[in-house]
């Protein structure tokens, strides 16, 4: 009887074994899928930040052509820059009211951060007041580096930021060695063109680094600009 017993029992702890091990796979099986799951949206996650992030670098490289319309229309570039301002401003606060405006809606949703969701786009503000700024209170020459430095510079410091920016600078808010470095190449070597001088180009790619580095988010549009523009016209 004991033997019969003791069989039982060993029979009955080996099915509780085979059990738990049918459990223990099946549970890793799931955490498996799940594992490839999240990994396959944090993929999908960052194939469309990127693809935002060129789009809305695209819009903001178009504004290296601003000083040549500045040269040869000035009134009508103004004008045309204020309208665009103006009408986005409306078409923004349309939008947060639940009524899109055809083009300008479409180009927001396109283009906006994750931190932008729900709440009024900035960026395109402060990148047309900044370019205002520059046009308005400067001469053309500061201007035009005020501008391609935030169109040019700043623009492809965010691109190459994302794209090969691994090394983090310490408290920027993220901002990549390579971002920074690239936003001082473009800015000196189109600072040097334009000034005719290398020694503006080195004063204002290092200044221009520098500003791009503070985590400003929306309002760098506003102070790149003006900030080289005062370099190049009260010192060069």
Known sequence: MVCVATSDMNNASSEAVDSLSEVSVGETGVCKEYMIHKRGIFVRSRIISFRKEIFRKIIHICSVFVPIGLHFFYNLTIFALALMLVVYIVAEVLRKHGRNVPVFSAITEAASRKRDENRFVLG?????????????????????????GLAAGDGLASLFGKMFGNVKIPFTGGKSVVGSLSCFGVIFLLTSIVTNNTVAGLVCGFVGMFVE??????????????????????FF
């Open 124 to 148: 395109p503000v402060t990148l047309c007041c900044g370019v205002l700024a520059s046009a308005l209170f400067f001469n053309e020459t500061a201007a035009a580096v005020g501008i391609l």
């Open 213 to 234: 580095m503070i985590p400003l988010k929306d309002f760098d549009n506003l102070l790149i600009p003006i900030v080289l523009a005062s370099v190049v016209q009260f």
